[in-house]
């Protein structure tokens, strides 16, 4: 056993944050789709030690399988094909090793972030929720740090995904927390482990982001729910606000301002590994059609903002076209792949809308089922 410390050399100094703690003395239910969701959470706690086989080994050739991601099939270029088999395989080790650790450091975040809630969120059943949430997120940032240790070694946190938590934790308003967290985050975070969860054939990596994607499918509902019931009320200037702060957030991990996007720091890891970067995307450029994405179904597919966090803002009615606006100058400007629409026009009517059940949308659309 390490010797107790009250300092570690891994942490960081504190972060400032605003917060009010409220009590709440009225115990009974006032948001009844709230206590409906905290009961069903209580229902659903699984245990990481218990109910996933930590003794078998990473499939490196099914681990394969998991595609590299960014929307662009890098695996189908001449270029990637002419490398070794030992070079595309630390390229996948290192890139599987920098998405995990960042869910494991936004799961950490969550975590920091379900346990402000429960103190400044102003109803029971909303703080009764956040606290089965913390729960959860501890055991998230338990299953991706031990399956990390297995594959590689925890890769230091993204800069835009550390901005992104950083604000959350830090804003006093415990609806900029449920908006960053629950609709920014925890929609980024559902829509990156469904991919990852349907495309992998890994055993072990299938099996835990199963589990994952189910917590994180209620945790999503939670700020929808909550969210819903609380815009209507809000003044237009307050109402706006929430909506500056989801662009903040959202904007953040594909601004290539100061060339800081996670795509940026997952190239640097392939020049690491042997990858001539200029190389390969000049193959992808001239071997890959400019094309939309497509799922299994031939239906368009989006990245997790626009095919995620936009339908849900816009499902709040946070998405006025002000601020609708703005995010397509934000990713016209960004993405070079797969915009929805070149016009404002366009993009408008390309967005997708929102899975009317998430939780089914996220486990069972390619057949899979959740774990019991």
């Not at 099914?62 to 960014?70: A, I, S, V």
């Not at 998405?319 to 026009?345: I, K, M, P, W």
Request: aromatic share 10%; net charge negative.
């Amino acid at each position: 056993m390490a010797e107790f410390s009250l300092t570690t050399d891994s942490q960081d100094p504190g972060l400032e944050t605003a917060m009010e703690a409220i009590y709440q003395w009225n115990y009974g239910s006032e948001v009844e789709e709230l206590r409906r969701l905290y009961v069903k959470a209580a229902e659903q706690q699984w245990v990481a030690e218990r109910d996933l086989n930590w003794d078998q080994e990473i499939d490196q050739e099914l681990f394969q399988t998991t595609p590299l991601g960014f929307g662009i099939p890098f695996e189908r270029c001449s270029y990637w094909k002419s490398l070794s088999r030992d070079v595309r395989w630390e390229v996948m080790r290192r890139t599987a090793s920098f998405r995990l650790s960042n869910f494991l450091h936004g799961e950490q975040g969550a975590l920091l972030v379900a346990s402000q809630l429960v103190n400044c969120v102003p109803h029971t059943d909303a703080k009764f929720y956040a606290a089965t949430q913390t729960m959860d997120e501890a055991r998230h940032v338990e299953v991706f740090s031990r399956y990390i240790e297995k594959l590689d070694e925890v890769q230091p946190v993204a800069k835009p995904l550390k901005r992104i938590l950083d604000a959350t934790l830090a804003t006093g308003d415990w609806l900029e927390k449920l908006v960053g967290m629950q609709i920014v985050i925890e929609g980024l975070a559902l829509h990156s482990f469904r991919d990852m969860r349907n495309l992998t054939e890994e055993p072990l990596l299938k099996e835990l982001l199963t589990y994952v994607a189910r917590d994180e499918a209620r945790h999503h509902a939670y700020g929808i729910m909550y969210v819903s019931q609380a815009a209507p009320l809000l003044s237009p200037e307050k109402r706006e606000s929430l909506e500056n702060f989801a662009l903040e957030c959202a904007s953040a991990l594909v601004d290539r301002r100061n060339d800081a996007t996670l795509a940026t720091e997952v190239f640097s890891l392939w020049q690491n590994a042997g990858v001539d970067l200029e190389a390969l995307l000049e193959s992808v450029r001239k071997e890959i059609p400019v094309e939309p994405s497509v799922d299994e179904h031939g239906n368009r597919r989006f990245g997790a903002i626009q095919g995620f966090v936009i339908p849900t803002l816009k499902r709040l009615n946070l998405f006025s076209e002000r601020v609708a606006r703005d995010f397509h100058e934000v990713l016209a400007a960004n993405l070079q792949r797969n915009l929805a629409g070149e016009t404002y026009e366009e993009f408008m009517k390309n967005l997708p809308d929102l899975p009317e059940d998430t939780s089914r949308w996220a486990l069972e659309e390619m057949g899979a089922t959740a774990p019991h």
